[in-house]
Structures are given as C-alpha cells and as structure tokens.
C-alpha cells in the first residue's frame, strides 16, 4: 500500500498548480482520502478531503472556490486523487501530502488523527 504525490513546484502567487495522489497496491473504493499542507514551522493541517462512497468532498475555508479535490478510480487506470490549486497565494508555500483512511470504522469525513496512511509529500512554493 503506497501512495506518491506529484505535482508539486514553484509557481508566483496567483499562479496554479495541479497536485496529484497516485495509489498503489489498493484502489481508493469505501475510502476518505485527504490533502494536508504543512507550512515551514507550522502544524500539518486539513486542506481538503473526498470520501470515495458518495463523492462527497470537504475543504478548508481559506482554499474554497480555489482548490477542487476529485477521484478518478475507474479500474482502467491507475488509481489518483487530484487537487487542482488556482490563484496560489504565499501563505499557500509547504508540504502537501496526501493521506487516506478506510471508511467503516470512521465516517465521513475522518478527523486529521484518524488518517493512518500518508505519502511523503510533494513541495508547493508560492513566491510573491
């Protein structure tokens, strides 16, 4: 069970940026699957979430209207959790990691705690 994250760069605020959560070993089917961001010498937090059961997704108010989380877990291809970012500002800059979570035993959708599987993340700079 592995998950890469891609996507990641230097971009100028207001410029956009399309992260991607590639799954291997498993498909993203009755799961939560969650984007974090980690600022320089901040705490991880929650940016956005999708729960693979019913499409719904969850964002943080800052990113609302900016970032769109979506699944694409069609057997024919490799399953990946998408987080287009457009009009990146600075406060945007850090990790971003992706992070699932079977659904079941937690509902939708999970608290941060609850994630137990994570990638190792893909960094985003937004410069101003």
């Known amino acids: 069970v592995q998950l890469v994250e891609s996507g990641g760069g230097l971009v100028q605020a207001g410029g956009s940026l399309r992260l991607s959560c590639a799954a291997s070993g498993f498909t993203f089917e009755d799961y939560a699957i969650a984007w974090f961001r980690q600022a320089p010498g901040k705490e991880r937090e929650g940016v956005a979430s999708?729960?693979?059961?019913?499409?719904?997704?969850?964002?943080?108010d800052s990113v609302k209207g900016r970032f769109t989380v979506s699944l694409d877990n069609a057997k024919s291809t490799k399953p990946a959790v998408y987080l287009p970012m457009n009009s990146l500002v600075p406060g945007g800059t850090g990790g971003y990691f992706c992070a699932v979570e079977p659904l079941g035993v937690v509902s939708c959708p999970p608290l941060p705690y609850e994630y137990e599987i994570w990638g190792r993340g893909t960094q985003v700079t937004v410069s101003s």
């Open positions: 999708i729960c693979s059961t019913d499409g719904s997704t969850y964002y943080k």
